[in-house]
């Protein structure tokens, strides 16, 4: 039997999200500051030596193929010229079309993870453009530290926030990130600030309005959990979230949500638990 390698994929939060332009390709330019949650899927791989890449078990309305982890993988085994293979079993844990970043994640967790069982020791730099090529939020997942990034996120600056308690709420409804990107009434002129200052004085999420508009489950969420805690929508959003400063009060309030409202409760980081535990391994 080869030996299996298992290893965590968590979400990410925007802690603020403005949209300072769009491009001429018609993506938007962001400034959003990225934190991880110690809370994800599991990813297991095990080496092939036939070169063929497998992933067992279904995810509701994604093709084999069309999954970020095949992908990841698959450009993985072009760019490295590496003749291994792999089955890779995936624990889902994290809601799709919630703003967690879900998708985004299991690609990094295979580039590293692939990386790591082909013994390939490709730069992490290259690894993260690699990333890119699978989608914007892919790379800061790659780096695994807390970031503000710029440009369609790309441009990461390393950074360290405090690491609160979240409880993240997971509004029953699935977000198209095209559609709030594309809604007439999506502001796109936020000024420019500095990380300094998003630090210090924090920021909103502009895709908020635009979503919870057009999205009551979500616009309800963010009414009952501002009676507990100022509440903010992460990403183009389902899921919105709230800081506690202890783990006991973000249960607390959980606790209070109706059946309805599914959410988890999960420490802030600013090392994803990915690269904690990779760092562990080594
Ligand atoms: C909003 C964030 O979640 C912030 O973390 C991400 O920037 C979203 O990145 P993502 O999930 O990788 O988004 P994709 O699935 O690549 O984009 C879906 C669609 O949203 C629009 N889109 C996305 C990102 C961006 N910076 N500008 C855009 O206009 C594009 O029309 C794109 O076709
Ligand atoms: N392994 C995967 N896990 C989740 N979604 C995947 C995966 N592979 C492909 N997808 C596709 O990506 C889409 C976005 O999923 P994801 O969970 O990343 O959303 P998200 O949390 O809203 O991401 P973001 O915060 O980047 O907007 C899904 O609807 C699905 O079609």
Known sequence: MMPTL?????????????????????????????????????????????????????????????NLIVRAARLLQQESGTTHGADIRLDKRL??????????????????????????????????????????DVPVFVRGRAAFAEGVGERLTFVEPDEPWYLVVVPQVFVSTAEIFSDPELTRDTPPIKVRTVLERGGRNDCQPVVEKRYSEVRNALILLNKFVSA????????????????????????????????FVAKGSNISMLHRKLENLS
């Open 6 to 66: 298992s290893l965590p994929a968590p979400a990410k939060l925007n802690l603020m999200l403005h949209i300072v332009g769009r491009r001429d390709d018609g993506y938007h330019e962001l400034q959003t500051l990225f934190q991880f949650v110690d809370y994800g899927d599991e990813l297991h791989f095990s080496r092939r030596d036939d070169g063929q890449v497998h992933l067992h078990g279904e995810l509701a309305g994604v093709d084999h193929d069309d």
């Open 95 to 136: 809601p799709m079309g919630g703003g967690l970043g879900g998708g985004s994640s299991d690609a990094a967790t295979t580039l590293l993870g692939l990386d790591r069982l082909w013994q390939l020791g490709m730069d992490p730099e290259r690894l993260a453009a690699l990333g890119l090529r699978l989608g914007a």
């Open 232 to 263: 903010r929508l992460t990403g183009t959003g389902g899921c919105v979230f709230g800081a506690f400063p202890n783990e006991a009060e973000a249960v607390k309030v959980a606790a209070q949500l109706p059946a309805t409202l599914p959410g």
